[in-house]
């Protein structure tokens, strides 16, 4: 996920229906005033599972050697296109939680998850990914990849600013429905411009505001998009 940047906090107040409280602990980046619009022409699309993501490993990659570990094992399907960006890596582990004393202990390994996020016109995509998860030396277990490979502008349109679609956000909600509840305490960490992508070829690429949110245990980081269209 993008960098968190450390501001300083502003409460505000519940988003009716399914949220708890936001606090909005980043500050509101620059808005344009258009963007452009594309067409997915073509994408390259794979999704395998080689090795199973969910048995106990001895040994699992750690967050630093993760990326590395990926970029390598990904040679074979061609490599990791240049239009990426990292966006998390998350250890995965087997834990066991003691009734008695509510510890929540680690017993065992399963997997690193690694996703990457496509770029276009400086913005992510949300939908072009590459998601993997890495065994024990860094082999992939499982590959999910739906990236495009080539698109065309097919205009330029205008764009609400990022606190109008703060605002839509409290009130309107997102393009996704949600599932389930966010809790109060949760954090936006950052905000920036993105494209909303539903996987298909012929498909447009539209403009969205993503809203980068934490939840208070920080075990959940997710985005929270919203329609960028004037």
Known sequence: ??????????????IQGQFGQLTLATEFPDSPDSVSVYRV?????INEKIGDPFSEKSLIPSVEEAPKLAEASLKKYGGLPKDDRLEYVAPHYLNQYNLKNGENKQIAG????????QIINSSPVSGARINLDLGENGEILAIWKDWITSYTQ??????ITVRTAYE????????DKIQGNIPQGTKVTNITLGYYWTGDVGSSLEPIWIFYVVFPDESIRSPLM???SA
């Open 168 to 175: 839509n956000l409290l009130t309107k909600g997102t393009v």
């Open 154 to 159: 097919t205009r330029e349109i205008k764009i």
């Open 41 to 45: 022409d073509t994408m390259d699309s």
């Open 226 to 228: 919203v329609d960028a």
């Open 110 to 117: 399963l997997n690193t998850q690694v996703k990457y996020v």
């Open 1 to 14: 996920m993008p960098a968190e940047p450390s501001q300083s906090t502003e409460s505000i107040p519940p």
